[in-house]
Nanobody, 123 residues
């Protein structure tokens, strides 16, 4: 059974940084594409960073490109999301997801989901 557990959320001022971590247990982590998704209240869940199973391919939407970095540690079965220069619009619940295929930013491409971690960006 695959379990996905996020950590590292919190409250930060605009311009600050946070690093989220996502530990995956069970399954074959090295074969999973991984994604981070953000959902604000009343809004749809959208991808903010994805990485292929090997870790060599990544994708970011323009809204976070240059500020967010996703990395995959297959030995630790963990994927990280480094978030810098945070803006109020980056606030929301961040979900980590694992999938057997690299489907980019489409939520339907991911099979296993965590419960989410909250990120607040305000002064």
């Amino acid at each position: 059974q695959v379990q996905v557990t996020e950590s590292g959320g919190g409250s930060v001022q605009p311009g600050g940084s946070l690093r989220l971590a996502c530990l995956v247990s069970g399954g074959s982590f090295s074969e999973f594409a991984m994604g981070w998704f953000r959902q604000a209240p009343g809004k749809e869940r959208k991808a903010v960073a994805v990485v292929s199973a090997s870790g060599t391919n990544t994708w970011y939407p323009d809204s976070v490109k240059g500020r967010f970095t996703i990395s995959k540690d297959n030995a630790a079965t963990t994927v990280y999301l480094q978030m810098d220069s945070l803006k109020p619009e980056d606030a929301g619940t961040y979900y980590c997801a694992a999938g057997e295929t690299y489907g980019g930013g489409r939520p339907a491409s991911y099979t296993y989901w965590g419960q989410g971690t909250q990120v607040t960006v305000s002064s």
